[in-house]
């Protein structure tokens, strides 16, 4: 929905969160007076754009202080109050959430550069503090890419590109997976318009070719299951445009797309996915390396899913995706689930969860804490988990996710400290390789390590990938 009004949102909050209404009024007449006056490039009152912030937050069902710093996000930045005002007309968190979206005073840098690394820098590292903030600037962006036409075509581009570099990225971490399609969606748009435009095209004409088939497997399935007392919900999901450039990009014929279009089977238990496998895989004649199950190995942003692809009518190729209702709500909206979940204790959850199960949190303070300087952390932080991924196994089966570039090194300090510092050897798929061998996606790892035996990691250093690998071998030269 492009055109919001202010009694959409009141709407929205009666719905979810009656008692908050009240306060929800008051930030957007708070905010709808300081921005008097002022316009966006589309003409319109400024107000349009928090409250349209502050909607899309409300549609992923954000608590009270998120809604509100979504309204007044952009006062600190473009009008004279201040945090303290904030904090004292409204409470402490929405100012300390308004303070975390707020750009840096230009005040304090050389260069514009500078203000702009340590602007990256701050939302990156936003979420370590609170995660909210992180999703209020997600709400933001998508807000200024969906209303980007007004703007230069230069502008436009540099928009779109930072979109991919940085937003999609944290998107993708906290698991929004809507609010990442989007982006990346409206990116495409901007950057290559022509081949967003072809795939598009292409993508409809699919849709109308496939629908009479994915209707009459989606009415088959559906009665299995209803016989089988299985209580299910089935719809077709659409990859996006830009999921198929990526295949397309990646050398993939669109003939070779199998989940451009899916059904998505949503039913009440995790043992009723592997019952509705059996079911599908006893109707329809599965592609054998094609199944996976991501509920035993979730994906690094906790995804679940049993994927199977299966010949469907007319021998067409159809990917099905079982998963529990519980495990669609985290597919589609990531942490952000626990709004839903848990009310007043989410945003407590959320950092919990961040910090105990996101293999990146980890990687990201490690990287924080390593480097001073906000270039070079911002460069870092790209390289290293903004950057494409491998995807490899320990030899329990467990997944564990690198950065592309990464050795048997980085995986030996990512399992732990005192596997990277006892490391002499490593076997990748029953094969002894040199310890700086270039990890490749499903590769099966297994470390040898010599208790006692610190061999000479003379070297070892370059042929480390990540910060985190390189600082502990250069910690322990020193103990040694
Ligand atoms: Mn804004």
Redesign the pocket.
């Known amino acids: 929905m492009n055109k919001v009004s202010y009694e959409n949102l009141i709407e929205i909050i009666r719905n979810y969160n009656p008692e908050e209404t009240e306060v929800v009024k008051r930030a957007y007449e708070y905010a709808d007076n300081l921005h008097k006056g002022q316009f966006r490039q589309s003409g319109e009152p400024y107000i349009f ?2 409250l349209n ?1 502050a909607y899309i937050l409300a549609e992923l069902h954000a608590d009270r202080d998120t809604v509100c710093a979504g309204l007044l ?2 006062t600190l930045e473009d009008t004279a109050i201040t945090k303290e005002d904030i904090a004292h007309d409204f409470n402490r968190n929405i100012a300390n959430l308004v303070d975390g979206v707020t750009k840096l005073s230009k005040m304090n840098f050389s260069s514009k550069q500078d203000q702009n690394y340590a602007n990256t820098r701050k939302i990156i590292t936003g979420i370590t503090e609170d995660v909210r903030i992180i999703i209020i600037k997600l709400a ?1 962006r998508l807000h ?1 890419m969906r209303t980007l036409g007004f703007k230069s075509e230069f502008k436009q581009k540099e928009n779109a590109l930072e979109t991919m570099e940085l937003f999609v990225p944290l998107a993708y971490y906290i698991g929004t997976y809507r609010i990442k399609s989007e982006l990346e969606d409206l990116s495409l748009r901007y950057l290559k318009p022509s081949m967003y435009k072809k795939i598009e095209e292409i993508k409809s004409k699919i849709e109308e070719d496939s629908h009479d088939c994915l209707m009459e497997m989606l009415g088959t399935i559906e009665d299995l299951l209803i016989n089988r007392n299985i209580p299910s919900e089935i719809k077709v999901r659409a990859k996006n445009i830009y999921g198929i450039y990526k295949r397309l990009n990646e050398g993939y014929k669109l003939s070779d797309i199998h989940d451009l279009l899916a059904l998505k089977i949503m039913v009440d238990e995790v043992e009723n996915c592997y019952r509705t496998l059996g079911i599908i895989h006893s109707e329809y004649h599965p592609v054998n390396d094609k199944f996976k199950d991501y509920i035993c190995n979730p994906k690094t942003n906790m995804y679940q899913s049993l994927h199977t692809t299966v010949f469907g009518l007319d021998d067409r190729l159809v990917q099905t995706q079982i998963r529990t209702f519980e495990m669609d709500r985290i597919a589609s909206f990531g942490l952000t689930a626990y709004w839903d979940a848990e009310k007043g204790r989410a945003r407590d959850v959320m950092q919990q969860d961040l910090k105990n199960k996101f293999q990146f949190f980890r990687s990201l303070t490690e990287i924080n804490s390593m480097f001073g300087d906000n270039q070079q952390f911002v460069n870092q932080v790209k390289c290293e988990l903004f950057s494409d991924k491998v995807y490899v196994y320990t030899t329990k089966g467990d997944i564990i996710e690198l950065p592309k570039g990464s050795t048997p090194i980085d995986f030996a300090y990512k399992i732990s400290t005192d596997i990277g510092n006892t490391m002499i050897g490593v076997f990748v798929n029953d094969k002894y390789v040199p310890v700086d061998y270039i990890l490749q996606n499903k590769d099966r790892v297994k470390i040898i390590t010599g208790a006692l035996q610190f061999g000479s990691r003379d070297g070892w250093e370059e042929k480390a990938h990540t910060s985190y690998a390189k600082r502990k071998i250069r910690e322990l030269q020193v103990d040694y």
Request: proline share 14%.
């Open positions: 754009h928090p912030v996000h952009d933001d200024n």
